[in-house]
């Protein structure tokens, strides 16, 4: 099923589009920090229970309902290759030759994984569904900024700040054998961690050429349309009785043949008007110093879900820190006395 923009106006329809991005981001992060099943459920559950106040339940399940069957491969995957060698025992999957062990943390790890990919996927499928087009693509797009120094500043150091936290928690015996004196391994890892801040703030300030940000404007529009346009041309096929779905392989064959074409001349068709469209507009002329009539403003609720999003990461990394990233397997494994 094709992701298309719905309108609305929830929580996720007022985010502004590179929130909605950063929030992918974060997710992502999320799920490669976070390995306990229960904490990476409840992230789950909280995104979920933000698409449903977005867009209509059935079809947020209807394009979810798909990837269960994957992605419990992938967790069946899970359980059946992590074994490690402190892991305790419970069953094999082909008992009589005893092949395929199941461990309780393999089926604690296997849930978790399953969590971590849907809760990716789902985030992408919000920022699709509550973001438009243009706005997706403005977003990562170059534009013309008036210079803010003041701002630039804040921001780099900001950056500094969450790096020199990160950096502690995830790299503290790498920096105790840094060859200084304490003071002096601080200013070292301070004055990394600012120049990681000018160069990642120097990054996220750059965009795609106006050119890409167009066709990615058009290749996110198209989508949804083109699935229109097949629904159509398949509705008209069932409607002069030509059976779109037979039995024989060959005949199936057949038949999507018959609905390529069309299709495909449908689309190229579309191509050359929209194509026309953008030349008659002037877009390739001086595309360097073009302007652009809508603004990405950050506002309360934007700084509001970046900062939840800042807190979830920077407690993930604590937990891990302090050696509880796991609680789930290590509530199990203390009740069975391991």
Same mark, same amino acid.
């Given at each position: 099923?094709?992701?298309?923009?719905?309108?609305?106006?929830?929580?996720?329809?007022?985010?502004?589009?590179?929130?909605?991005?950063?929030?992918?981001?974060?997710?992502?992060?999320?799920?490669?920090?976070?390995?306990?099943?229960?904490?990476?459920?409840?992230?789950?559950?909280?995104?979920?229970?933000l698409g449903t106040?977005?867009?209509?339940?059935?079809? $947020?399940?209807?394009? $979810?309902?798909? /990837?269960?069957?994957?992605?419990?491969?992938?967790?069946?995957?899970?359980?059946?290759?992590?074994?490690?060698?402190?892991?305790?025992?419970?069953?094999?999957?082909?008992?009589?030759l005893d092949w395929?062990?199941?461990?309780?943390?393999?089926?604690?790890?296997?849930?978790?994984?399953?969590?971590?990919?849907?809760?990716?996927?789902?985030?992408?499928?919000?920022?699709?569904?509550?973001?438009?087009?243009?706005? /997706?693509?403005?977003?990562?797009?170059?534009?013309?900024?008036?210079?803010?120094s003041g701002r630039?500043?804040?921001?780099?150091?900001?950056? &500094?700040?969450?790096?020199?936290?990160?950096?502690?928690?995830?790299?503290?015996?790498?920096?105790?054998?840094?060859?200084?004196?304490?003071?002096?391994?601080? /200013?070292?890892?301070?004055? @990394?961690?600012? /120049?990681?801040?000018?160069?990642?703030?120097?990054?996220?300030?750059?965009?795609?050429?106006?050119?890409?940000?167009?066709?990615?404007?058009?290749?996110?529009?198209?989508?949804?349309?083109?699935?229109?346009?097949?629904?159509?041309?398949?509705?008209?096929?069932?409607?002069?009785?030509?059976?779109?779905?037979?039995?024989?392989?060959?005949?199936?064959?057949?038949?999507?043949?018959? $609905?390529?074409?069309?299709?495909?001349?449908?689309?190229?068709?579309?191509?050359?008007?929209?194509?026309?469209?953008?030349? &008659?507009?002037?877009?390739?002329?001086?595309?360097?110093?073009?302007?652009?009539?809508?603004?990405?403003?950050?506002?309360?609720?934007?700084?509001? @879900?970046?900062?939840?999003?800042?807190?979830?990461?920077?407690?993930?990394?604590?937990?891990?820190?302090?050696?509880?990233?796991?609680?789930?397997?290590?509530?199990?494994?203390?009740?069975?006395?391991?």
């Open positions: 099923m094709a992701i298309e923009y719905q309108k609305g106006t929830s929580v996720l329809h007022r985010l502004d589009a590179r929130t909605k991005l950063l929030m992918f981001v974060g997710v992502t992060l999320l799920s490669v920090i976070i390995i306990d099943p229960i904490i990476m459920g409840a992230i789950f559950l909280g995104l979920y229970y106040q977005a867009i209509d339940r059935k079809v $947020l399940n209807r394009n $979810l309902r798909v /990837l269960v069957v994957i992605f419990s491969t992938f967790a069946l995957f899970q359980i059946i290759f992590f074994t490690p060698s402190d892991s305790y025992f419970l069953f094999y999957l082909i008992p009589g395929i062990p199941v461990t309780v943390q393999g089926l604690i790890r296997g849930v978790a994984v399953f969590f971590r990919f849907f809760s990716v996927v789902l985030s992408v499928h919000l920022m699709l569904y509550t973001t438009p087009p243009v706005d /997706l693509a403005l977003s990562i797009t170059k534009r013309e900024r008036t210079q803010q630039e500043i804040t921001i780099i150091l900001l950056f &500094a700040v969450i790096l020199l936290v990160t950096a502690y928690l995830i790299f503290p015996q790498q920096i105790q054998r840094i060859p200084l004196d304490t003071y002096a391994r601080i /200013l070292v890892v301070m004055i @990394a961690c600012i /120049l990681g801040g000018f160069l990642l703030q120097r990054l996220l300030s750059q965009g795609l050429p106006a050119e890409m940000g167009i066709a990615l404007t058009l290749g996110f529009a198209t989508v949804g349309l083109l699935s229109q346009q097949t629904q159509k041309i398949t509705d008209a096929q069932k409607a002069r009785g030509y059976d779109v779905q037979p039995k024989n392989l060959a005949r199936r064959v057949q038949v999507l043949t018959a $609905l390529l074409l069309p299709i495909f001349l449908a689309t190229l068709e579309r191509s050359q008007d929209i194509s026309i469209a953008i030349l &008659a507009r002037g877009f390739d002329y001086n595309i360097s110093a073009r302007t652009y009539r809508r603004q990405l403003i950050f506002h309360r609720i934007d700084y509001i @879900a970046m900062g939840v999003i800042l807190a979830l990461l920077l407690g993930a990394l604590l937990l891990n820190y302090f050696g509880i990233g796991n609680p789930t397997e290590q509530l199990i494994m203390s009740m069975i006395g391991k």
